[in-house]
């Protein structure tokens, strides 16, 4: 059993409540011929699976910002889960029944952005974190639709990042040369002073180590690693490219 299907089989007392809880409660009381317990889960795995559940119900809500799921769409969240989370089969299972029950639940995309900035209102970097694979996911299909927009800004404004950290983040994905700025969060002006201690405060907020100490679930790790990697990168170009030592 999957880190996440471990969880889950004894999340019965979890008491997180609002439309997180919600989704939570459905999809553990759909799973409890299947061995769920009424374990009381830890703060660390409450934080775990509020993150699990807030990734799959925000991004239900993505999917459905056109007007409808396509199956595209769908497919998409499949080829996620297996080839970037990597998640077993059961806890795939997990994933899909969390998008279903959210894409039709009458909680809006905003009320999962705001609970989840309150869960994480001491972690910024984990609603940093939130921001940055919504935004993956919206890009994914190499377009990012009028309404997921529109959402991704309301989420920056909601985790307190404000509308240009998602202007930022989808820069970070171009061919601009400037986009190694973006991925810094940092003005092709900005002195090397504040280039440097941008990328001190960006490296020490997405290290792996810190991030799974802060409830990211495991299998999320990786993408947080490519974060750091391409926040590596992005300071290496930027220093070869200004002479910085």
């Given at each position: ?8 089989g ?35 795995q ?31 969240v499949?080829?996620?889960m ?21 894409k ?30 919504l ?17 991704l ?41 504040e ?51």
């Amino acid at each position: 059993m999957g880190l996440i299907g471990s969880i889950f089989g004894g999340a019965i007392g979890f008491s997180l409540g609002g439309p997180i809880g919600g989704i939570l409660g459905a999809v553990v009381g759909h799973k409890l011929g299947e061995g769920a317990s009424s374990r009381i889960a830890d703060a660390k795995q409450q934080a775990q699976a509020a993150f699990f559940v807030t990734t799959f119900s925000m991004l239900a809500k993505l999917a459905k910002a056109d007007g409808r799921v396509s199956d595209e769409e769908i497919a998409l969240v499949r080829d996620f889960m297996r080839t970037q989370l990597r998640l077993s089969p059961q806890d795939q299972n997990y994933a899909i029944e969390i998008f279903r029950k959210a894409k039709d639940s009458p909680n809006s995309f905003e009320d999962y952005a705001q609970q989840f900035a309150s869960i994480f209102a001491a972690e910024p970097h984990m609603r940093e974190v939130m921001l940055d694979l919504l935004v993956r996911l919206a890009a994914a299909d190499g377009t990012v639709h009028p309404n997921e927009e529109k959402m991704l800004r309301a989420a920056a404004r909601i985790f307190q990042m404000g509308e240009g950290a998602v202007d930022g983040l989808l820069s970070g994905r171009g061919g601009d040369p400037s986009r190694f700025y973006a991925v810094l969060g940092v003005s092709p002006s900005a002195s090397p002073e504040e280039i440097k201690a941008r990328y001190r405060h960006l490296v020490a907020e997405y290290h792996p180590d810190k991030i799974i100490g802060k409830g990211l679930p495991q299998e999320f790790v990786e993408l947080a690693e490519t974060r750091f990697k391409e926040i590596q990168e992005a300071y290496e170009e930027i220093k070869s490219q200004r002479g910085m030592r």
